[in-house]
């Protein structure tokens, strides 16, 4: 397995409320509890908003909310507002070869 | 509050060696796991590799034994080398620390600003 699937592109309109899906296998997201969320703005590092699937760093906002189901985690972002637009990148731990694994991201446009 | 900065040519020939240092700042670099972590123009991003305080390395796979990182916790900076580089490995290169060790494996909670490695002759 080289990424985690992420869905290309999401949308949704100011106030709204999107969730961008995860999907990975049984050594990654679907037997462990190290899932975390990157979010990115153009020409920036990424920012880490979500890990251990649903806990966030403090100073991020409560609007962002993570979960987990099976093999597949999810993040979802209440109230969308203008600055949420931006790349957002899953990524786990993974107990095969590869160690750990990025999401190959969803771009959320806020219309 | 701790910050890193990497830096390194901006340009590298093809089949040459990539080195790049992050320099760590505001913080110890004991008791934590630190990565370099790539993304190409335009896609996502690819992890590469990662070194404990003590020293102790871990890689991707897919990079083989191209890929060394050490570190010198006195002088608090870490560095990656990468041979035999490629045009397809024109990349903005980030420099990471983890979160602490409880939190769980594969957390990347500060990150550099990134550098934009070209690599053409």
């Known amino acids: 397995q080289t990424a985690l699937t992420q869905p290309a592109s999401v949308s949704g309109s100011p106030g709204q409320s999107i969730t961008i899906s995860c999907t990975g296998g049984g050594s990654d997201i679907g037997g462990y509890n190290y899932v975390s969320w990157y979010q990115q703005h153009p020409d920036s590092a990424p920012k880490l908003i979500i890990y251990?699937?649903?806990k966030r760093p403090s100073g991020v906002s409560h609007r962002f909310s993570g979960s987990k189901s099976g093999n597949t985690a999810s993040l979802t972002i209440s109230g969308l507002q203008a600055a949420d637009e931006a790349d957002y990148y899953c990524?786990?731990?993974?107990?095969?070869?590869?160690?750990?694994?990025f999401g190959g991201g969803t771009k959320l446009f806020v219309l | 509050q701790v910050q890193l900065q990497e830096s390194g040519p901006g340009l590298v020939r093809p089949s040459e060696t990539l080195s790049l240092t992050c320099t760590v700042s505001g913080g110890s670099m004991n008791d934590y796991y630190w990565s370099w972590i790539r993304q190409s123009p335009g896609k996502g991003l690819e992890w590469i590799g990662l070194i404990y305080s003590s020293g102790s390395t871990k890689y991707n796979p897919s990079l083989g034994s191209r890929v060394t990182l050490s570190l010198d916790t006195s002088k608090n900076h870490f560095s990656l080398k990468l041979t035999s580089m490629t045009a397809a490995e024109t990349a903005v290169y980030f420099c990471?620390?983890?979160?602490?060790?409880?939190?769980?494996?594969?957390?990347?909670?500060?990150w550099g600003q990134g550098t934009l490695v070209t690599v053409s002759s």
């Open positions: 990524a786990s731990y993974n107990s095969g070869i590869t160690f750990g694994l």
């Open positions: 251990g699937v649903t």
């Open positions: 990471a620390r983890h979160k602490d060790a409880a939190a769980g494996p594969f957390i990347f909670e500060v």
